[in-house]
């Protein structure tokens, strides 16, 4: 089994956010998880973040990918609407700004998959949604719904504030990227592979065409039985963060049946399209998952020559905590915080997908890599070293730690 390079760790980044992410200097700071356990704290430079999981990923047991800025300082209240105010962290107008993207989602239901309950799911949506402008999305309305991974409405898992950092993230981002479209979140009884695949294929069960999962941990010689199990659905788009320990694969990023997503840095600028990338990473073991699988087989439309098997990532987005997104969050948290991890870039992509309208392709992967002109190829940056070197060292064309490149519009994720 993997191991060093995929395993989850803590570690420490600076915060830089600049633009609409920019900190005020006033207001509250945001607290911890009461998940997470004090020794996943780290500071450097007076910033600090925390793993919203506190537990790690090891055999079986998966580990969320959210990471959660401890001292963002606010300059809105931190409970609730504030009226003609920005929360710190890009919004839901940014992430479509600097993706080209429209305000889509309309008939289209994307599900997301966790670990745990989150209690106050429902409502820390309406707030986020109703802050941003979007559309109201309740069960009332039927436009979201909450179920286990049996697909209960009533017997959930157990609360567990550290997943429910995670899920708040995951409903934003959804919410950002696509607000028209409906939201299922499929709840597994624990962080066990097996317990989110079941939820995986409830989630399909129920409809869902798009399907994002936030979470990952080291490859075993049993990934190959959990993507027929679990992830072999033709014509769903399983998005799958690529994980934040830098170069190294995880599972289910791996999966030959995925849409792996890695990460990078998101800053505005004076160019054309008004912002510009790069890899994520901030240390030699933190930043944007890639790397070569040793157990999945790779897939015909992926021909890249460093690996022999599937390669990690297909297409990125927004992962860097130091350019991270405004979030809500009441279980757990104290209301608006920042996030990053490539957490944020999974539900992102799979809002991506669900504005493209339906899949057409058995692995709707296979899309971007037969439209690669049709995305912003991020050519700076790098991980931890690596050979061949384009597996963690960002150039033209594909790289590991960025893919093809992350959205501009969305030709690369429509048949």
């Known amino acids: 089994m993997f191991s060093s390079p995929t395993t989850a760790r803590i570690r420490r980044?600076?915060?830089a956010l600049t633009g609409t992410a920019a900190l005020a200097l006033s207001g509250i700071a945001a607290a911890a998880p009461a998940g997470a356990a004090p020794s996943t704290v780290h500071s450097k430079g007076g910033t600090?973040?925390?793993?919203?999981?506190?537990?790690?990923?090891?055999?079986?047991?998966m580990a969320c990918h959210a990471l959660q800025v401890t001292n963002a300082v606010q300059h809105v209240n931190a409970l609730g609407v504030t009226p003609?105010?920005?929360?710190?962290?890009?919004?839901?107008?940014?992430?479509?700004?600097?993706?080209?993207l429209p305000a889509g989602g309309a008939g289209q239901t994307v599900a997301i998959v966790d670990a745990y309950n989150d209690p106050n799911a429902e409502s820390d949506l309406a707030v986020y949604r109703s802050q941003y402008g979007l559309p109201a999305c309740t069960t009332a309305n039927g436009c979201f719904k909450k179920v286990s991974q049996t697909g209960s409405t009533s017997s959930l898992p157990a609360n567990n504030s550290g997943w429910a950092g995670e899920i708040s993230l995951d409903l934003?981002?959804?919410?950002?990227?696509?607000?028209?479209?409906?939201?299922i979140l499929v709840e597994a009884k624990t962080a066990s592979m097996t317990n989110l695949g079941t939820a995986v294929n409830e989630a399909v069960k129920l409809g869902a065409k798009f399907v994002s999962n936030s979470y990952g941990g080291g490859e075993s010689s049993a990934d190959t039985s959990y993507d027929s199990s679990y992830f072999n659905h033709p014509?769903?788009?399983?998005?799958?963060?690529?994980?934040?320990?830098?170069?190294g694969v995880e599972y289910p990023a791996a999966s030959k049946y995925v849409t792996a997503v890695g990460g990078t840095a998101l800053k505005r600028d004076s160019s054309a399209r008004g912002w510009s990338e790069?890899?994520?990473?901030t240390s030699s073991t933190e930043g944007a998952g890639s790397g070569c699988s040793g157990y999945d087989a790779k897939p015909s439309w992926q021909t890249d020559s460093g690996c022999a098997r599937r390669t990690v990532a297909d297409v990125s987005a927004v992962a860097d905590p130091a350019t991270g997104v405004a979030v809500y969050q009441t279980y757990g948290a104290s209301g608006w915080a920042v996030y990053g991890g490539t957490s944020?870039?999974?539900p992102l992509i799979a809002g991506v997908y669900a504005d493209a309208g339906t899949p057409s392709a058995a692995v709707p992967a296979a899309d971007a890599y037969a439209h690669r002109s049709s995305?912003?190829?991020?050519?700076?940056?790098?991980?931890?070293g690596c050979s061949p070197s384009y597996l963690c060292t960002a150039g033209a064309g594909y790289d590991g730690p960025t893919g093809l490149g992350t959205p501009n519009g969305l030709a690369a994720f429509t048949g």
């Not at 790069?278 to 990473?281: A, E, Y």
């Not at 995305?375 to 931890?384: E, K, P």
């Open 48 to 61: 600090s973040w925390v793993r919203s999981c506190a537990t790690l990923a090891k055999g079986d047991t």
């Open 344 to 346: 944020v870039a999974a």
């Open 84 to 100: 003609n105010a920005t929360p710190a962290g890009f919004g839901p107008a940014d992430l479509r700004s600097a993706y080209n």
């Open 375 to 384: 995305l912003n190829d991020v050519t700076t940056g790098a991980t931890a």
């Open 278 to 281: 790069s890899v994520w990473s």
């Open 13 to 15: 980044i600076s915060l």
């Open 235 to 247: 014509g769903v788009a399983i998005t799958v963060s690529s994980g934040d320990s830098g170069y």
């Open 172 to 183: 934003d981002m959804v919410s950002a990227i696509a607000p028209n479209a409906h939201i």
